[in-house]
């Protein structure tokens, strides 16, 4: 227990100092205008270098990222239906796609799966 004690002080101790010095050694204390502002063939740029980000398209990202984990959750439910108790295994699996459909139910009825406002 000690050992574990003093292994865990060591690798706090080091990960705080690779912070400290990552923190020291990366911190950029030359702003210059010139050097952050976008570069057009050396004259001032007309308009705003950054384009704007899409939220819908954040939104439609997340939801296939999620949607994209929940299917990687239920593959494993075939494969288990085996080897379990079938009345656990319908139940378990019952609200699990229930949860998911409420889910889907709602952002489509928020109108987060509209492409076009």
Known sequence: MFIMMIMSL????ISFIVMLLGSILSKKTFFDREKNSPFECGFDPKSSARMSF?????LIA????????????????????????LINWMMVTFFFLTILLLGLYHEWNQGALNWVN
């Open 62 to 85: 997340i939801i296939f990222l999620i949607f994209d984990v929940e299917i990687a959750l239920l593959l494993p439910i075939i494969i288990i239906m085996n080897v379990s108790n």
């Open 54 to 58: 899409s939220l819908h398209f954040f």
């Open 10 to 13: 060591i690798i706090i101790f």
